[in-house]
C-alpha cells in the first residue's frame, strides 16, 4: 500500500507556513519519488497554496487539492482519499499551524477505522507558537502512541 499525504493550510495568509516551506516541498518530492497519494487541504476564504508548493505539484497526477471549513480537516481528507481511491492505511501529516489545524485533524483522522498508522513530519509542521503548539500535538502523540508517531 502507498502511503497518502496530508498536507494542511500551506497558504500564505498563514505566517507559520513559511518557516516549513522548504521541509514540506522536501516531503512533496520524496512523496512523487514514492508515488504516494497526496491531499492538500486549504482553509477556506483563505487563498490558495503557497505558489511554490503548487508547482512542484503541477502535472502529478496522484493529489487533489480540498477546501476544508474548519480546523479539522479530516472528513475532507477522507472524503477525497475515498472519492480518488487514495490508501488510508498510512497517513503522512504535514503543515500549520500545530496547535490547531494540525492537532485537530490528527485526532479526527483517528476516529476513521480503515486509518492503521498517522505519521507526523514533526520538521515540515510549524505554529504560530511553536513551543506550546508542539507540546498540544506531543500530548496528543503520547495518547495514541500505537497508532500515531513523530518522523
Known amino acids: 500500500m502507498r502511503n497518502t499525504l496530508c498536507i494542511i493550510d500551506m497558504q500564505p495568509k498563514f505566517p507559520a507556513s ?6 514540506v516541498i522536501w516531503k512533496v518530492e520524496e512523496a512523487k519519488q514514492n508515488k504516494w497519494y497526496i491531499v492538500v487541504l ?3 476564504n483563505y487563498g ?11 502535472g502529478y497526477k496522484r493529489k487533489v487539492y480540498v477546501t476544508k471549513y474548519e480546523d479539522d480537516g479530516s472528513l475532507e481528507f477522507a472524503s477525497a ?6 490508501s488510508l492505511s498510512t497517513v503522512v501529516v504535514m503543515g ?5 489545524c494540525v492537532r485537530d485533524t490528527v ?3 483517528l476516529d476513521h477505522g480503515k486509518i ?3 505519521l507526523i513530519a514533526k520538521d515540515a509542521t510549524w505554529g504560530n507558537s511553536p513551543t506550546n503548539e ?3 500535538l506531543e500530548y496528543l502523540v503520547a495518547q495514541h502512541t500505537n497508532r500515531i508517531k513523530f518522523i
Open 81 to 86: 482519499a475515498r472519492k480518488n481511491k487514495f
Open 96 to 100: 500549520v499551524n500545530r496547535g490547531w
Open 18 to 23: 513559511d518557516h516549513i516551506l522548504q521541509q
Open 116 to 118: 492503521k498508522s498517522i
Open 107 to 109: 485526532a479526527g483522522l
Open 134 to 136: 508542539l507540546a498540544s
Open 48 to 58: 490558495r497554496t503557497n505558489a511554490a508548493l503548487c508547482n512542484i505539484l503541477r
Open 42 to 44: 486549504e482553509y477556506d
